[in-house]
Each structure stands twice: as C-alpha cells, then as structure tokens.
C-alpha cells in the first residue's frame, strides 16, 4: 500500500479560480509534511511546510493538516499561469526517520 | 539561501560505465538523499546519508553505491551502468533544525546507451 497518496491529475482550474490538491498518509506516527512544487525539466522546490493541525497560510497559499483524518491539503488561492506545474507531496514519517515520503504529484494546469 | 549543486545537468554513458553523479550543499546539512524520479513513479530514494562516511538504503539502492567522505559532498556511483538507469537523478540535503526541510540540486538527467 503507498504510504503517501495525492488525488489523481492532471487538475485544470481557470485563472483566478482555487486551487485544491490533497494527499493523504497511512503513518500516524507522521510529524512533518511539505509541499514542493516542480515546474517541468525542474526540481522541486518548497511552497509550504506544516507541522501541526490546522492551516498554515503563505500568500496565496494555504497548507492545511488534519492528523485525526491523516489528510493534508494545499489551497492556492487567486490561481496564475504561472502556478502550472506539478504539486508534490511529501512526508516524514514517524520515528526516527529523516527521510521524505513522496506522493506522485498532481499536475496543475492554470488556463488563462 | 541554501544551495545545493549537482556536477552535471546532461549525461550521456554507454551501458557497463562505471558513473559518478556528485552532490555538494554549502549550508553545514548533516543529511543528504539521492532519488531517481520517472515519469509516473514519482521521487523514489535510492540511498541517504545521516553523516560522514554513513550511508543508509532506501528504497531502490539495488545497481547504485554512495560516497560520503566529506560533509559537504555526496557521490552516487553506478558501478556498471544499464539502460534501465536512465532517468533524472536529483540530490538533496536537510538538517534537523531546519524541520528536516529537503533542499533539492538542479537535478542530473542520465541517459545510458
């Protein structure tokens, strides 16, 4: 069973629509969580990082955590071209674990 | 700003090469990650590191080995190289007081012939 899930893509939204992308985790145990985001030919880089329940907000951006529901979102509010990329994902699980658990991304295509 | 550089952008290798894909991060990170990323199977972990001359499986380790002498770098070695190695390969770096956030190189695309 994938241990990090992302609701399955491609996502088309209207520019100046929102934007929601979700994933969920099988490790309760899980304390960090990250999205990144990775344009094309790019690697991925950080939008938002959530450490505890509740939103989080950056911008334009909102990360959002629910523990009880094993469940983190990223909302991208006023949605640009520019945000057209894929959405990744990403989680540290419980333990003494350093390392990220990936999603398998969504992409997001903003239409102008 | 953290940074973390990759040696090559484009390779290009025949099959049974032995390669080398380098890492260095200048922020001081103790841990450092190789992943291969392919279309539909998003990142997966080849192997990490929690510190100098440490070296961790993760979970594809199987045809790759890893080299951490120094802090600061971190070396992905293919012994013999195969077709089915051919992907993007990205190095990054983290650090326990920074949230364990992953800071990601530009990435080393590999294509092996």
């Known amino acids: 069973q994938k241990e990090v899930e992302q609701n399955s893509g491609p996502l088309s939204v209207p520019e100046g629509a929102i934007a929601s992308l979700n994933c969920t985790y099988s490790?309760?145990?899980?304390?960090?969580f990250f999205w990144y985001r990775q344009y094309s030919g790019k690697s991925p880089e950080l939008i938002m990082s959530?450490?505890?329940?509740g939103d989080k907000e950056d911008g334009r951006f909102t990360a959002q955590l629910n523990k009880a529901s094993q469940y983190v979102s990223l909302l991208i509010r006023d949605s640009q071209p520019s945000d057209s990329a894929t959405y990744l994902c990403?989680?540290?699980?419980?333990?003494?674990?350093?390392?990220?658990?990936f999603g398998s991304g969504t992409q997001l295509t903003v239409l102008p | 700003d953290v940074k973390v550089t990759q040696s090559s952008r484009y390779l290009v290798k025949r099959t049974g090469e032995k390669v080398f894909l380098e890492c260095v991060q200048d922020?001081?990170?103790?841990?450092m990650f190789w992943y291969r990323q392919d279309p539909g199977l998003g990142l997966r972990l080849i192997y990490f590191?929690?510190?100098?001359?440490?070296?961790e499986k993760g979970d594809i380790p199987e045809g790759y080995s890893v080299s951490r002498e120094k802090k600061e770098r971190f070396s992905l070695i293919l012994e013999s190289a195969s077709t089915n190695q051919t992907s993007m390969y990205l190095c990054?770096?983290?650090?326990?007081?920074?949230?364990?956030?992953?800071?990601f190189g530009p990435g080393t695309r590999l294509l092996v012939l």
């Open positions: 990054a770096s983290s650090s326990p007081g920074a949230g364990e956030t992953q800071y």
């Open positions: 490790d309760r145990g899980s304390q960090s």
């Open positions: 959530i450490y505890s329940n």
């Open positions: 990403a989680v540290q699980l419980g333990g003494s674990a350093r390392q990220l658990t």
């Open positions: 922020m001081d990170h103790e841990n």
């Open positions: 590191s929690y510190d100098v001359k440490m070296k």
